[in-house]
Nanobody, 123 residues
Framework: QVQLVESGGGLVQTGGSLRLSCAASGRAFNSYGMGWFRQAPGKEREFVAAISWSGGNTIYANSVHGRFTISTDNAKNTVYLQMNSLKPEDTAVYYC????????????????WGQGTQVTVSS
């Protein structure tokens, strides 16, 4: 049973930084692709970033490219999302997701999801 547990959300001012963590458990994740998605009130869930656990290849949404960085710590089975230069439009619930193989930006292609962590950026 795969479990993903996010943490690190909170309230931050515009221009500030936060680091989200996603602790993964339940199996070996060597071939997995890991993604971060977000959903603001009244909006659809949108792709933020993804990383291949084994090779470290990454993809980002245009809206966060250059401000956010996704990374993994294999020893801790944890995926991180470092968020810098935060803007009010980054306010959302952020979700960690896993898929069995490869990088993907479509939420429908992910097999496992965490419960989400709230990020609020004040203006």
């Amino acid at each position: 049973q795969v479990q993903l547990v996010e943490s690190g959300g909170g309230l931050v001012q515009t221009g500030g930084s936060l680091r989200l963590s996603c602790a993964a458990s339940g199996r070996a994740f060597n071939s997995y692709g890991m993604g971060w998605f977000r959903q603001a009130p009244g909006k659809e869930r949108e792709f933020v970033a993804a990383i291949s656990w084994s090779g470290g290849n990454t993809i980002y949404a245009n809206s966060v490219h250059g401000r956010f960085t996704i990374s993994t710590d294999n020893a801790k089975n944890t995926v991180y999302l470092q968020m810098n230069s935060l803007k009010p439009e980054d306010t959302a619930v952020y979700y960690c997701a896993a898929r069995r193989e490869g990088l993907e930006s479509s939420a429908r292609n992910y097999n496992y999801w965490g419960q989400g962590t709230q990020v609020t950026v004040s203006s």
